[in-house]
């Protein structure tokens, strides 16, 4: 694979892979679990567990497929020509250029109002004593099974938890009382956190936190990972609490993690409102939204006005869908960095070297080479070039070959 260009904001990254090399990773790490699975003497939990793995890579692949063929992208050459134009403006600061690309004009938005205050602190604190009980019912969960010491662990944590006030009143004199609240919570727990494995073991995801203007929402369940595609909304300022709490609520019901965030502030852009997900989910968490706009078709007020930086899906343009590059970290793992920064900063390689001129051969290079698909903006490059249909079939092919061999295997475990 040709050397891929490293987003300035991602510094330790190592080298390049895509959700669809994630798939392609997928690749060779299929044909290492066949070659597991048909050279090694494997429980029955063990070939469970790899068997469930080979057919999830199955799900994603379909999920891919028809996520990509559903996806109206946004196109590049007139994106560039909005920032070329706002380029050139020397009035425009960096923040307003970039808001041109977002928004098509500078300050476009439904709205530039604030989410409440007091709404907002109310909605932290709520969440914050559900979050307090999860974590409560997992310790004594955990307890149960585990030894004295980490009994003990449990119980450290569970005291500090008590420590925390869940109900103080809304200061009008401190209008991010919020988030002052929430920062005060996460230092009664930061000892804790840091001296001991529990809260990993326990497999709690972070309380609600208000900072930088948003307002990020995770589930009480489990993380979701990788993270590789974003669902972008439109969404009033009235209506962001009560949307991402159905949501929040609904994905948890199904079983599906949920991470969300929208903006608290003014920051005038049309896409305010982010589902993240990923190929195994995403269309699930879709069909979640849409069941609810149709429930509550009041909460999607001016939802169509979407930044045209994101791709559209097809029967439901409210939705905006981008796809995050992964990257591997060198310690092995995964991180995902931004559909947005990566797309800025190849408008900004493109300018230096060429201009406001836009020429598509000389911007599919300058693509190539953060792996981003210049054709199919909305997405990387090898998810493009794998969803042709000739590579989707080969790709099933193999998969369904991976599959056959692992249930061979698998009756002949006891």
């Not at 994603?60 to 134009?85: D, G, H, M, Q, T």
């Amino acid at each position: 694979m040709a050397k891929i260009k490293e987003s300035t904001r991602t510094q330790k990254i190592v080298r390049f892979k895509t959700p669809f090399a994630n798939f392609q990773a997928s690749s060779s790490f299929s044909l290492l679990i066949k070659e597991y699975l048909l050279t090694t003497t494997l429980t029955k939990n063990d070939f469970d567990k790899y068997f469930n793995m080979l057919k999830n890579e199955e799900v994603k692949l379909y999920n891919k497929k028809n996520i990509f063929e559903n996806v109206i992208s946004p196109s590049a050459s007139e994106l560039y020509e909005r920032f070329s134009a706002a380029k050139n403006n020397k009035n425009l600061n960096t923040r307003d250029v970039l808001n041109a690309v977002h928004d098509g004009l500078v300050g476009n938005s439904i709205t530039n109002q604030r989410i409440d205050n007091r709404e907002l602190h109310n909605y932290l604190m709520a969440s914050a004593k559900i979050w307090r009980q999860k974590v409560e019912e997992k310790s004594l969960e955990y307890v149960a099974t585990h030894n004295f010491a980490e009994k003990q662990q449990v119980l450290e944590f569970c005291k500090a938890l008590n420590l925390i006030d869940l109900d103080k009143p809304f200061d009008p004199t401190r209008p991010r009382m919020a988030m002052v609240t929430m920062d005060i919570m996460s230092d009664n727990l930061a000892d804790i956190k840091k001296t001991t494995s529990l809260y990993s073991r326990l497999n709690l995801c972070a309380v609600p936190q208000e900072g930088f203007d948003y307002l990020h929402i995770k589930s009480n369940t489990k993380n979701i990972n990788p993270i590789s595609i974003r669902l972008y909304m439109n969404i009033k300022p009235n209506n962001r609490i009560t949307l991402i709490d159905a949501i929040k609520q609904e994905s948890e019901k199904q079983g599906i993690p949920f991470y969300g965030k929208f903006t608290t502030s003014g920051d005038p852009r049309r896409d305010n409102f982010l589902v993240y997900t990923n190929d195994l989910e995403a269309e699930k968490q879709i069909k979640i939204i849409g069941d609810i706009k149709q429930a509550k078709p009041h909460l999607f007020e001016g939802a169509e006005e979407l930044a045209p930086i994101w791709g559209r899906l097809k029967g439901n343009e409210y939705i905006g869908v981008g796809e995050e590059p992964l990257y591997i970290l060198e310690n092995g793992n995964y991180t995902n960095t931004s559909y947005t920064a990566i797309r800025e900063d190849i408008f900004k390689d493109y300018y230096e070297r060429h201009g406001e001129k836009f020429d598509a051969k000389a911007f599919a290079d300058v693509c190539k080479e953060y792996g981003v698909s210049a054709e199919n903006f909305a997405f990387n490059l090898d998810t493009a070039r794998y969803s042709s249909k000739e590579h989707f079939n080969d790709r099933e092919k193999q998969i369904k070959g991976y599959i056959s061999s692992a249930q061979q295997k698998g009756n002949e475990i006891v």
